[in-house]
């Protein structure tokens, strides 16, 4: 029994020498796991306060950039068919640039109507942020633009218009109608003034369909239908040199001798007229049998002004992009864009050239071609 108790004592001193041992290291262990769990107590709410702090800063972004900050837009275009279209292409490549913050997909067209809706197709597929389209021609488009729509991505139509949807958010371009009507309204100011009693027309059209096309051709005639004048035919050049050519040429042997007036729907068209005119003898310009009326007032057709060669050009304002800039920051912003824009166009004559007239009531001014006004021209 006396040797149990002494065994029981040996241990219990040993044990508290071992204990005695580890003194140091026990105390410096439980004051670190409270530290440990008060640290982690703090770190929880500063987590819990940065994760909303990230998912607003997320929203405040600006949701229309790729991850370089560049604001993505897709620009199906018609062609490359005429002056005009090669200046409204290099003008919204210099606005939407990367060094102004925007990576551009590019896509001519070729004036092929199924290419241009596969583009703006390509572009949802890519998830561009904005897409620009100039229509070949105003219709067939509601399809397109409900997948634009459905897809969230805002559509901006420039130069010529769509017809048979509103499913874009602006439109920014020129007032074809009125360009008709202020060629008609000068050609009969212009004939007044020189003597001329009787006007038999040829008017070479631009692309059927398209709504440049069928303003200037439905402008042009609601004035000749007005002062009775005779529009000996009208026939398209799809806005090409080639085409306003083969045209004309056909014109010049049907109607030898007939016509006192030739109407171009642009300026390509009028120098292939002109190089058929040339060819079958028809002298044309101020002063000549025939009086040459074109559209577009691009820098060649200007040149052809002054030379004496075109009697009148009414210019269609290629420079859109600054303006569709515009309704895409609008809109970057959070704001909402006007739904049509009128880019400003003008008239242009030599001085012996200019008379007054108005369209619809509303007085129009022209401006006289000199070397200065061809230099700053497209």
């Known amino acids: 029994m006396k040797k149990k108790l002494i065994s029981v004592l040996l241990a219990g001193c040993m044990t508290a020498a071992l204990l005695a041992g580890c003194g140091g290291a026990a105390p410096a262990a439980e004051a670190a796991a409270p530290a440990a769990e008060e640290a982690t107590e703090e770190a929880a709410p500063a987590a819990e306060e940065a994760a909303p702090a990230e998912e607003a800063a997320a929203e405040e972004a600006p949701a229309a950039a790729d991850e370089g900050g560049l604001i993505k837009v897709g620009f199906a275009q018609v062609g490359h068919e005429s002056d005009w279209r090669t200046a409204s292409t290099k003008s919204c490549q210099d606005v939407f640039s990367e060094a102004n913050g925007y990576d551009l997909s590019f896509v001519d067209c070729d004036n092929d109507e199924a290419a241009q809706k596969e583009a703006v197709r390509s572009f949802i597929e ?32 420039i130069d010529r218009t769509i017809d048979d949807s ?20 000068w050609l009969k100011a212009y004939a007044d003034a020189q003597g001329i009693k009787e006007i038999n027309a040829l008017i070479i059209q631009g692309t059927i369909g398209s709504s440049a096309q069928i303003g200037r051709t439905d402008g042009f ?17 799809d806005f090409t040199e080639a085409g306003g050519q083969e045209v004309m040429e056909s014109f010049c042997k049907s109607y030898e001798g ?7 729907e642009n300026d390509n068209e009028a120098f292939g007229a002109m190089t058929a005119m040339d060819n079958a003898g028809v002298s044309y310009g101020p002063g000549n049998d025939v009086i040459l009326i074109s ?6 057709g200007l040149e052809d002004v002054k030379a004496g060669k075109i009697t009148a050009d009414f210019e269609c304002n290629p420079l859109a992009a600054p303006t569709v800039e515009g309704v895409l920051q609008t809109l970057q912003s959070g704001g909402t864009p006007e739904k049509e824009i009128l880019v400003p166009d003008n008239w242009y ?27 700053a021209q497209y």
């Open 126 to 157: 890519q998830g561009v942020d904005y897409i620009i389209i100039d229509p070949i021609i105003a219709t067939g488009w509601d399809t397109v633009l409900t997948e634009c729509d459905d897809a969230g991505i805002p559509v901006i139509v």
């Open 166 to 185: 509103d499913k874009y958010v602006s439109w920014v371009g020129s007032d074809f109608l009125t360009e008709g009507k202020a060629a008609a309204e």
């Open 221 to 237: 005639n609601e004035i000749a239908k007005r002062e009775g004048w005779t529009v000996l035919d009208q026939q398209t050049g």
């Open 258 to 264: 007939k016509f006192n007036v030739v109407v171009c």
């Open 295 to 300: 559209y577009d007032a691009c820098t060649a």
């Open 349 to 375: 004559a030599l001085a012996d050239q200019i008379v007054d007239f108005s369209v619809d009531g509303n007085p129009q001014s022209m401006i006289e071609v000199t070397d200065e006004v061809i230099e």
